[in-house]
Nanobody, 126 residues
Framework: QVQLVESGGGLVQAGGSLRLSCAAS????????MGWFRQAPGKEREFVAH????????YYTDSVKGRFTISRDNAKNTGYLQMNSLKPEDTAVYYC???????????????????WGQGTQVTVSS
């Protein structure tokens, strides 16, 4: 019933921008916190950003602060990750995740979410 679908990935040169989208279905629009994670080949899945169910409160991993912006449009039941000033080290598969339980301080962990999208590839060339 629950489905998260990412889109917007692709190939971009260093310094460029991409906007990822995450369309949710099977969930009430404001009933879940949303997170973005990424995973590069040979590395563990890494927390990128989180936004609370009603927006406003956001968190970012240090390496993307000032470059990435997480947002959501609850009327459309869609989340976004705006990525600017991209670097080659941002190259990874990016995953959208939703957490419907109490998140607390688990927003930066894989265990804080119970639904995941299929991922979208982001490749940044130098």
């Amino acid at each position: 019933q629950v489905q998260l679908v990412e889109s917007g990935g692709g190939l971009v040169q260093a310094g460029g921008s991409l906007r990822l989208s995450c369309a949710a279905s099977g969930l009430r629009s404001s009933s879940y916190g949303m997170g973005w994670f990424r995973q590069a080949p040979g590395k563990e899945r890494e927390f990128v950003a989180h936004i609370r169910p009603y927006g406003g409160i956001t968190y970012y991993t240090d390496s993307v602060k000032g470059r990435f912006t997480i947002s959501r449009d609850n009327a459309k039941n869609t989340g976004y990750l705006q990525m600017n000033s991209l670097k080659p080290e941002d190259t990874a598969v990016y995953y959208c995740a939703a957490g419907t339980g109490y998140i607390g301080n688990t927003y930066s962990t894989v265990g804080g979410y119970n639904y995941w999208g299929q991922g979208t590839q982001v490749t940044v060339s130098s």
